[in-house]
C-alpha cells in the first residue's frame, strides 16, 4: 500500500476537531451538570461510559495548556483537574452523530463492553489501579470512531469489504488501507499528548505481544475486546469472532480457569450496561 | 484599586499644556477615594531619573516628544527587566498610530490626539489593572501572588469578616524536584494549583480566594464552615493524581530513592499534602503578621504526620481520613 495514501488518512484522522457522540450520552452528561449541586465523581461516572466524552476530556487534561501532557489517564483525574467549568465547555462544544447513529450505536455498545470487560481482568490479574485499563478499553476503537466522522467514503468502503468478503472490520481495512484502526488509534493518542500505556493499550490491542512498554494494558484490551465478542455485546464493525492470542492470557498469569471466573462476572455486568439505552 | 493603599502615580511626558490639563483633569477628587496623581514633565530626558527611581503605576509618553523620540523612551523603560512590568501608554496622532509597528515599539497601548477624556480614563484604569495583576501573578501557575494575597486578608481583617486561610504545601516536594529535575517538580505544582482552584470553585462559596505564594507554598480563603471539607477533598483528590506524576517504578514502590544533601542514599515516600487552617472569628485576628505567626506553628504539627494531613487552629485536628 503507497505511503502517500496513509499520510492522506493520517492528516485527514488528525485533522478531527469536533467528535461527535451519541445524543444519549450527551443529555446525560448536561441534565447533571445543570445541577449546582452536583459532584465531580458524578459527572466523571456518566462521561466514563461514553468513549467519544472520555476522549475528549483526557485530551484536553493532557494538552500543553494545563503543563502536564501525557500524565493524566483517569476520567476521574481529568474531571478533579479541568474543573466542572471547563467540563461545561466541553460538552457545550460537543455535537451529536446526524446520521449513521444506528451503525455507530453498536460501537458504543462494544466499547463500553470492553471496558466493563478490561476492569474485571485487571481485577482478577491483580492488578492495582483497574480504572486505568478499563479507559484503555474504552477507547480501544476510537480509530473507527475517527473513520466514521472524518472520512465517512472510507468507512463505506470497509464496510463494503466486510460484507462482500466475509471478513473482520480491522482485516478489512487492512485489505483496503495496509493498516487497520490500531494506526490511527496510535496517531490520534501521540497527536492529543494521551499518556504512554494509554496509548499502548489503544494502539497494540491487535498485537500484545509486540507492545514495547505496557504489555499488560495491551494484553488486558486485547482479551477484554475477545471477551466482549464472545457475548455478541454491541458491534465492532463485523459479526466475527476474533481470535485469542494465548500470549495476552500467559502474559497476565491467568488461566482458562480465570477467564471463565471473568466470563461469569462480565454477564451481570453487561445486562446491567444493556439497561442502559443507546442511540 | 491599587494592593497597596499610596494613590497611584501617573507620569505624563509632553510640552502639550492642553493635554496635561485635560490628563490632571480625569480624576477628579470623589469622596475618600483619592484617583492617581498626575505628574508632568515636558521634558523627556528630565523624567528619566525620576522614573527609574520611582518608577510610577503608568507612564504616558507624548508621540511628538521634541528631545528624545518617545520611540526610545520605550525601549529605555522596557529593556530593563526591573521596568518592564510598568504599563507604558502613547499619545499618538491618528498619522502616527497608523504608522506604529507594535513589533517595534514595545507599548502597553495607545491614546488618540486629540483624546476623549471619558475613554481615556477607562482605558488608562484598564492599563493599570492589568499590570497590576500580570505583576502580582505567579510565573508559573499565574495565580494571585504575595502582594494580593496580603492585601485579601488585610482587607477581610479590616471588614471583621469570618474567614479560614488554609496554607497548604507539598512534603518531599524538594527530593522529588532533586530526583526528576525542575520541569516535573512544575507539572506537580501546575496540577496542585488546579486542584486547590477547582477544589475552592466548587464550594462554591462567594468568600474563596485561591493565591501562590510560590515555590511548593499556596494559600486558601474558604468560609469558616467549609474549611475541613475543603481539606479533605483536596488531601484526597492530591493523594490519588500525585502517583501518575512519577514513574512507573517510583510509582508503584511508593516513593523515590535519592541522595540528600550529605550525598547518603535515602528513601522518600511519594510527596502529600499539609494543610494548616487559621480561623479568624468574630474579629480575633488584628493583623497579617498574626495569621503566618500562627500558621508556622500549626504547619509543624501538620508536618509531623508522613501521610497528607491537616491542622485546624483551636479547634479539631485531621489526619486526613473523615471522622
Ligand atoms: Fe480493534
Ligand atoms: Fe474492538
Redesign the interface.
Do not use: C, H, K
Given at each position: 500500500m503507497s505511503e502517500d495514501l496513509k499520510t492522506e488518512i493520517k492528516d485527514r484522522a488528525l485533522e478531527i476537531r469536533n467528535l461527535p457522540t451519541l445524543p444519549l450520552a450527551l443529555t446525560e452528561v448536561s441534565t447533571l451538570l445543570d445541577d449546582p449541586e452536583v459532584s465531580t465523581d458524578e459527572v466523571a461516572r456518566v462521561i466514563g461510559r461514553d468513549q467519544v466524552l472520555s476522549a475528549k476530556v483526557l485530551k484536553m487534561v493532557n494538552s500543553p495548556v494545563y503543563g502536564f501532557p501525557g500524565r493524566i489517564g483517569s476520567v476521574q483525574h481529568s474531571l478533579v483537574l479541568l474543573g466542572l467549568n471547563v467540563i461545561r465547555g466541553v460538552i457545550i462544544s460537543t455535537s451529536v452523530f446526524d446520521i449513521m447513529v444506528e451503525s455507530m450505536a453498536g460501537l458504543w455498545e462494544h466499547s463500553l463492553g470492553c471496558a466493563t470487560a478490561c476492569q474485571r481482568l485487571a481485577r482478577r490479574a491483580g492488578f492495582k489501579d483497574p480504572e486505568e485499563y478499563s479507559v484503555a478499553g474504552l477507547l480501544h476503537d476510537l480509530g473507527k470512531v475517527v473513520t466514521a466522522c472524518q472520512m465517512p467514503d472510507v468507512k463505506a468502503r470497509i464496510d463494503e469489504v466486510v460484507a462482500a468478503d466475509d471478513l473482520t472490520y480491522f482485516e478489512a481495512e487492512r485489505k483496503l488501507l495496509g493498516f487497520g484502526h490500531d494506526r490511527i488509534n496510535a496517531w490520534i493518542a501521540e497527536h492529543w499528548k494521551l499518556p504512554l500505556r494509554l496509548k499502548e493499550g489503544m494502539a497494540m490491542h491487535h498485537k500484545p505481544q509486540l507492545a514495547q512498554y505496557y504489555p499488560d494494558v495491551a494484553a488486558v484490551v486485547h482479551i477484554g475486546d475477545f471477551l466482549t465478542r464472545v457475548y455478541e455485546f454491541g458491534s465492532g464493525g463485523d459479526d466475527q469472532a476474533v481470535p485469542l492470542k494465548p500470549e495476552a492470557l500467559k502474559l497476565l498469569k491467568l488461566t482458562m480457569c480465570d477467564l471463565e471466573v471473568v466470563l461469569d462476572e462480565l454477564e451481570g455486568d453487561l445486562s446491567e450496561i444493556a439497561g442502559l439505552r443507546f442511540a | 484599586m491599587s494592593a497597596i493603599d499610596l494613590p497611584r502615580r501617573v507620569f505624563l511626558l509632553s510640552e502639550d499644556r492642553e493635554l496635561a490639563r485635560t490628563l490632571d483633569g480625569l480624576w477628579p477628587v470623589e469622596g475618600q477615594i483619592a484617583g492617581p496623581v498626575v505628574s508632568v514633565f515636558a521634558r523627556g530626558r528630565s523624567a528619566l531619573e525620576e522614573i527609574f527611581e520611582q518608577p510610577p503605576d503608568l507612564l504616558l509618553v507624548d508621540g511628538r516628544l521634541a528631545d528624545l523620540p518617545f520611540t526610545e523612551v520605550v525601549a529605555l523603560v522596557k529593556g530593563e527587566n526591573v521596568y518592564r512590568q510598568l504599563p507604558v501608554v502613547a499619545c499618538l496622532t491618528p498619522a502616527a498610530a497608523a504608522a506604529l509597528d507594535p513589533a517595534a515599539v514595545e507599548i502597553d497601548d495607545f491614546l488618540l490626539l486629540p483624546i476623549e477624556p471619558a475613554v481615556a480614563r477607562a482605558r488608562l484604569e484598564l492599563t493599570m489593572s492589568r499590570a497590576a495583576r500580570s505583576l502580582d501573578a505567579n510565573p508559573l501557575s499565574r495565580l494571585p501572588g504575595n502582594t494580593s494575597i496580603i492585601s485579601r486578608i488585610q482587607n477581610l481583617i479590616d471588614l471583621r469578616q469570618d474567614f479560614a486561610l488554609a496554607y497548604v504545601d507539598l512534603d518531599h516536594f524538594k527530593s522529588f524536584n532533586d530526583a526528576y529535575g525542575f520541569a516535573r517538580g512544575?507539572?506537580v505544582l501546575?496540577?496542585t494549583a488546579?486542584?486547590l482552584?477547582?477544589?475552592v470553585?466548587?464550594l462554591?462559596a462567594a468568600l474563596s480566594f485561591v493565591g501562590h505564594v510560590g515555590g511548593d507554598d499556596f494559600v486558601c480563603i474558604v468560609p469558616v464552615e467549609l474549611a475541613e471539607k475543603a481539606c479533605l477533598r483536596i488531601i484526597d483528590?492530591f493523594d490519588?493524581?500525585v502517583p501518575?506524576?512519577y514513574d512507573p517504578a517510583d510509582a508503584?514502590r511508593g516513593g523515590l530513592r535519592s541522595t540528600d544533601r550529605q550525598g547518603q542514599l535515602r528513601e522518600f515516600p511519594l510527596m502529600a499534602v499539609s494543610i494548616a487552617v487559621v480561623f479568624n472569628l468574630g474579629g480575633s485576628l488584628t493583623h497579617f503578621g498574626q495569621v503566618s505567626a500562627i500558621a508556622a506553628g500549626l504547619k509543624k504539627k501538620a508536618k509531623e504526620k508522613v501521610k497528607s494531613s491537616y491542622v485546624l487552629d483551636r479547634r479539631r485536628e485531621g489526619n486526613g481520613q473523615p471522622a
Open positions: - | 512544575d507539572e501546575l496540577m488546579r486542584i482552584a477547582n477544589t470553585r466548587d462554591g483528590s490519588r493524581i501518575s506524576f508503584v
